[in-house]
Antibody
């Protein structure tokens, strides 16, 4: 079964750090760009970041540049999002998603990050 | 950023009715437009990619059209499981912007 499973979310204080993980299975991980998308409670979807097949190219939405870092371990079929200097406005459900044919065809179930004192 | 304006933000419809949701991009995105469905508490699900291609496993009552800056998603004969929030997304530019969402509710 093609699957993405996120983990690592929780409560973190403003200015703190948290690392999200996304475990991929059921497909050839190394042939897909991967993305992170977030959704604040009751709000819409916001694209956060992407990473190339081999991890050499990354892109971020403006509001997270310099604070969030996407990476991947192709040997372990894992995607990561390192979140540093977090802000209250980073509170959201974070989804990892697989890109295929310029669309996000597989999504994880999401992991919640709450930034609060 | 290439802004995506989705409308309406919500609509009410009855089972069996047909509904249309529109998205407009601020710059041409050719056919790089996708549609997703999100049920409460669930992850988004890809319905339509490349403006008009139906994702595998998605019922034929869902269809998409458009190119350039104007796009539509049509759901013909609404079913109970179709009451959800729908998002469009452009994948021509970075950032990969989403529309604001359209909540389809039961009348």
């Amino acid at each position: 079964e093609v699957q993405l499973v996120e983990s690592g979310g929780g409560l973190v204080q403003p200015g703190g750090s948290v690392r999200l993980s996304c475990a991929a299975s059921g497909f050839t991980f190394t042939t897909h760009w991967m993305h992170w998308v977030r959704q604040a409670p009751g709000k819409g979807l916001v694209w956060v970041s992407r990473i190339s097949y081999d991890g050499t190219a990354t892109t971020y939405t403006e509001s997270v540049k310099g604070r969030l870092t996407v990476s991947r371990d192709n040997a372990k079929n894992m995607l990561f999002l390192q979140m540093d200097s977090v802000r209250v406005e980073d509170s959201a459900v974070y989804y990892c998603a697989r890109e295929s044919l310029n669309a996000f065809d597989i999504w994880g179930q999401g992991t919640m990050v709450t930034v609060s004192p | 950023d290439n802004q995506i304006t989705q409308s309406p933000s919500s609509l009410s419809a009855s089972v069996g009715e047909s509904v249309t949701i529109t998205c407009r991009a601020s710059q041409s995105i050719f056919s790089y437009l996708n549609w997703y469905q999100q049920r409460p508490g669930k992850a988004p699900r890809l319905l339509i990619y490349a403006a008009s291609s139906l994702q595998s496993g998605v019922p034929l009552r869902f269809s998409g059209s458009g190119s350039g800056t104007d796009f539509t998603l049509t759901i013909s004969s609404l079913q109970p499981e179709d009451f959800a929030t729908y998002y469009c997304q452009q994948t021509y530019n970075i950032p990969r912007t989403f529309g604001q969402g359209t909540k389809v509710e039961i009348k």
